[in-house]
C-alpha cells in the first residue's frame, strides 16, 4: 500500500536533483503576470531616443549639447528628476562636453548619471570587469546610478538589484534611485511584469527638444528617465511571457514595482516542504478509503484551489508562491493511479503469452509446458 507514495517521492526526488523545478517555478509564475494586470503609477516618464528622434536629429551619437538643451527644457517644465540611460564615460568634442557639464551645474544635483560594469576580453583571451562611470567633470554635478541587469540562465530579464558596490563605493540602481529607495543590504527584488507597459507616459526626445506644448505638459512634476528605445540603438531585454522591451522600461517597471510595494519575493522552502508533506498526508490518508475515480476528483480539485490561492496571494501581495512540487506531486499520483488501474504489469503479462502462444503454435514439434508445481499448463 506504500508504493505508490514511495514512487511519488522518488519522481519528486528526481525533479529536484534534475533542477526541473526551478524551469517549472519560473514558468507557472510567468503565467500569472498575464491573469491580473496592474496600471502603471504615472510618476515616471521615459523621454524616448526613438526612431523619430534619430530620424530628424541625425545618426547616434548626438553632440552632447543637445543633451545639455534637453536639461534645460526639462527644468523649464517642471520635471523633478532627470535620470539619463546614456553612456557619459568617455569624452567627446570639448565645447560639447563643456555645455553639458554648465547644464549639469545649471540643473543644481537634479541630474543622475548611468554607471555600469561590463565583461572585457583581453588578447591573451582573459576575461576582466571593466566599471564605465560618468566623466570627472560631469560626476562632479550629477548623482550616480547602476544601469546593469542581470540576466537569467534561461535568457530571461526577472530580478533587478537595488544597487551594486563598484570601485569600493555602494551605487543605487536607476530603479531604486526613482524610486526613493536605498538598500545596501537587500537581496534582488523580482520584478513585477503584471504592470501594464502599454500605459507607460512616453514622449519623444525631439519633441520635448523643439518645446512641443503636447509633451512638456506631461513632465510637470515628474520623474524623467531618458532612455533608447530605437531597435537600431539595440537597447533591448527579453522579459517573462515572450515579450521584449527596451531598457529605459526595464528601468521603469523596477521602479513601478518597489513604489507600489510589488518587489517580488519567492514563499520559503519551509512553505513548499509543508505543503508537500500535506499532500502525501492527504494521500496516505484517503488511497485506501476512495476509490481511484474519487482520488482524481480530490487530486484535481486540489490543484486548481492551489493554484487559484497562489495567484490570489500574488495578486494581492508581493509574494510568488512556489508551486511547482505541488503541481509535480499531484501529476505523480495521477500517473500512478492511472497505471494501477491499467494494471500494466498484467498488461505485459498478456502480451508476452500471446507472443509466446504464436511462436508455441509455429513449431513442428510436440511442446509440453508446466508451470512451477509441475502441472502442465499447455
Known amino acids: 500500500q506504500y508504493r505508490p507514495h514511495i514512487l511519488v517521492i522518488c519522481v519528486l526526488a528526481i525533479v529536484l536533483l534534475s533542477g526541473m523545478h526551478h524551469a517549472l517555478r519560473n514558468a507557472i509564475a510567468d ?63 570639448p565645447v560639447s562636453d563643456q555645455a553639458f557639464v554648465d547644464a549639469l551645474r545649471k540643473a543644481g544635483g537634479s541630474v543622475v548619471l548611468p554607471a555600469f560594469k561590463q565583461l572585457v576580453v583581453n588578447g591573451e583571451n582573459r576575461k576582466t570587469i571593466h566599471v564605465n562611470s560618468p566623466l570627472p567633470q560631469f560626476a562632479a554635478h550629477a548623482w550616480s546610478a547602476v544601469v546593469n541587469v542581470a540576466v537569467e540562465p534561461d535568457g530571461l530579464v526577472r530580478r533587478y538589484s537595488y544597487g551594486e558596490t563598484l570601485d569600493g563605493a555602494f551605487l543605487p540602481s536607476v530603479g531604486a534611485l526613482l524610486a526613493g529607495k536605498y538598500e545596501t543590504k537587500q537581496a534582488p527584488l523580482q520584478i513585477d511584469f503584471s504592470i501594464d507597459t502599454g500605459h507607460l507616459p512616453i514622449v519623444s526626445y525631439v519633441d520635448v527638444l523643439r518645446g512641443e506644448p503636447s509633451a512638456l505638459n506631461k513632465l510637470k512634476g515628474k520623474k524623467v528617465i531618458i532612455g533608447a528605445t530605437a531597435l537600431e540603438l539595440g537597447d533591448r531585454f527579453s522579459v517573462p ?13 523596477a521602479a513601478e514595482s518597489i513604489m507600489q510595494g510589488r518587489a517580488l519575493r519567492t514563499s520559503s522552502r519551509v512553505v513548499t516542504w509543508g505543503g508537500l508533506g500535506l ?21 484535481v480539485n ?47 503479462g498478456r502480451v508476452a503469452e500471446k507472443r509466446f502462444h504464436r511462436i508455441a503454435m509455429s513449431l513442428g514439434d510436440g511442446l509440453v509446458c508446466a508451470d512451477r508445481h509441475g502441472r502442465i499448463t499447455v
Request: charge should be negative; charged fraction near 15%; glycine fraction near 6%.
Open 31 to 93: 503565467l500569472r503576470f498575464n491573469w491580473f494586470a496592474r496600471q502603471a503609477g504615472g510618476s515616471i516618464v521615459l523621454v524616448a531616443i526613438d526612431s523619430p528622434s534619430i530620424d530628424k536629429i541625425g545618426v547616434w551619437p548626438w553632440p552632447r549639447q543637445l543633451h545639455a538643451e534637453l536639461i534645460g527644457k526639462l527644468e523649464h517644465a517642471g520635471a523633478t528628476d532627470i535620470v539619463f540611460d546614456v553612456d557619459f564615460s568617455s569624452a567627446s568634442n
Open 279 to 299: 499532500i502525501v498526508l492527504l494521500m496516505l490518508a484517503l488511497w485506501s478509503r476512495l476509490s481511484a475515480g474519487s482520488r482524481v476528483v480530490v487530486l
Open 302 to 348: 486540489l490543484a486548481v484551489a492551489i493554484e487559484f490561492g497562489a495567484v490570489l496571494l500574488q495578486a494581492k501581495s508581493p509574494l510568488i508562491l512556489d508551486t511547482s512540487l505541488y503541481h509535480v506531486a499531484i501529476a505523480a499520483y495521477l500517473a500512478v493511479m492511472a497505471l494501477d488501474e491499467i494494471d500494466f504489469r498484467d498488461l505485459l
Open 241 to 253: 511571457n515572450g515579450v521584449v522591451i527596451s531598457g529605459p522600461i526595464l528601468q521603469i517597471l
